[in-house]
């Protein structure tokens, strides 16, 4: 075989390499930013059911409007919100809030009992549900991406193309402990 053949056969292969490397780099950040746009869409589908569940919750606890504002003006946050962890971070306080809203039905029997309450609390455990998974999609991606850019031989190709690290989710600490039961 000559040296000519031989050089072109190691180029050709270095060239199929470094696009096999790039494009996997492409695929990962895709992914990543997939899992992005799914915790927006439910995030978004969440905000969504927001005001059904207030004016439900109105009807039968009109007194309890400090709550509902602070439900909306919340939900307002989480769809302001610039970045996904500021929008994260307001769902999270979100959360607490909604959660107060529930146990407002404890307090009023026929709000318990209103079919629009029950399926509107099954919608929004549902979207948290949704929510919860989509948020570890996307650390798992981010992970995925974030290791594929930075070990041999991608993070050559990382570095070229400027390929950035992605930032995980991150969850506040008063949510890493756990609740206090008390008998």
């Not at 109105?58 to 929008?87: C, F, I, P, W």
């Not at 309450?117 to 998974?133: R, S």
């Not at 070229?160 to 989710?169: G, V």
Request: avoid cysteine; glycine fraction near 2%; aromatic fraction near 8%.
């Amino acid at each position: 075989m000559s040296t000519m053949l031989i050089v072109i056969i190691v180029v050709i292969a270095l060239i199929v390499l470094y696009a096999v490397l790039y494009n996997g780099l492409v695929r990962a950040r895709n992914q990543a930013q997939e899992f992005h746009s799914q915790i927006d869409v439910q995030l978004k589908r969440r905000t969504d059911l927001i005001p059904n569940l207030v004016e439900t919750v109105k009807g039968y606890a009109a007194h309890e409007k400090t709550t509902l504002e602070e439900v909306v003006r919340l939900r307002n946050s989480v769809m302001s919100a610039d970045n996904l962890q500021d929008k994260v971070d307001a769902d999270n306080m979100l959360t607490g809030a909604l959660r107060q809203v529930f146990a407002l039905a404890e307090n009023y029997p026929d709000l318990k009992a209103n079919q629009e309450f029950g399926k509107l609390m099954e919608e929004l455990t549902n979207t948290e549900n949704k929510v919860a998974y989509a948020r570890q999609a996307y650390n798992s991606a981010v992970q995925y991406y974030n290791t594929a850019t930075q070990t041999f031989p991608r993070n050559l190709v990382a570095g070229i193309h400027h390929f950035k690290p992605m930032e995980f989710l991150t969850i506040p600490e008063e949510e890493k402990q756990a609740p206090q039961v008390k008998f």
